[in-house]
C-alpha cells in the first residue's frame, strides 16, 4: 500500500509531493553528484508517476543523458533525472522520507573523509555503469 509524503526546498518555494511504498534511499558518490551537492546524492524511490512539483522548480541539462532539478529561488538540490524518471532528493522530506539506505553507487569513488555505515549494496563504477548503460548486446 503505497503512503503519500510531501515535502519542500530550503525556502518553501517548491513543494513536492510523491507515493512511496517501501522508502528505499539511494547515494550516489559520482563526480557530478558530488560537485552538485557537496557530497553523496541521496535519493528517495518513488512511486512511478506520483511526483507532483509546484513552485519555481528549474531543471539543468547536466549531460547528454541526465538533468539535474534545483529551486529558482534557493537552489535547494530536487533531483536527477534520467530517460523520463525523476530521484527526488531524500532531503526534501523529514526523515528522508522514512527510507532506509539500501545502495550506493559508484562506491568506489566515495571520497576518503567519509563512509556510509550499515548493511546495504555497494556497487563499483564498473557496476554502476554496468547497470544503468549497458553496452550494446548486454542486458539492462
Known sequence: MSEQI???CLCGAVQVTAAV??????????????????????SLETVAGSIAVTGP?????????????????????LWYQMDGTRNLSAG???????????????????????????????MTTKETIALFAPQDGDAK
Not at 522508502?23 to 559520482?30: E, F, K, Q, V, Y
Not at 522548480?57 to 538540490?77: E, K, N, P, V
Open 92 to 122: 526534501l522530506f523529514p526523515d528522508a522520507g522514512g527510507g532506509m539506505l539500501k545502495v550506493e553507487f559508484f562506491a568506489d569513488k566515495c571520497p576518503q573523509g567519509y563512509a556510509l555505515a550499515g548493511q546495504h549494496k555497494k
Open 21 to 42: 511504498d517501501q522508502p528505499r534511499l539511494r547515494a550516489c558518490h559520482c563526480d557530478m553528484c558530488r560537485q552538485h551537492t557537496s557530497g553523496a546524492f541521496f
Open 6 to 8: 510531501q515535502g519542500q
Open 57 to 77: 522548480a528549474r531543471d539543468y541539462q547536466s549531460s547528454d543523458w541526465a538533468s539535474r532539478g534545483f529551486c529558482g529561488a534557493c537552489g535547494s538540490t
